[in-house]
């Protein structure tokens, strides 16, 4: 059985959800279909939905043009409510 874990320790399935869903969430808070999202970002429907399953890696692209169809910066993307994760 193949370890997810990289030499780092880090788990690069986890970390593809865990995009994904900060994805939902961001566009959930703002109304927007999958539909919607993707066309304002120049993506398709079905890679972004993959994008949010957590199947599919992104291009840096890819992230900057949902990030910015959201509204934010990648920097602001990756930002973490510390009350949300419990620190």
Do not use: C, P
């Amino acid at each position: 059985m193949q370890d997810d874990k990289n030499e780092k320790g880090w788990n690069k399935i986890e970390l593809l959800k865990g995009i994904g869903k900060r994805i939902r969430t961001l566009r959930k808070e703002q109304g927007l279909t999958q539909s919607k999202l993707a066309e304002m970002s120049g993506l398709h429907r079905t890679y972004l939905a993959d994008l949010e399953r957590g199947a599919r890696n992104m291009s840096v692209g890819s992230l900057a043009r949902v990030a910015m169809s959201l509204g934010i910066s990648i920097q602001t993307f990756f930002e973490i409510d510390a009350e949300a994760v419990g620190e």
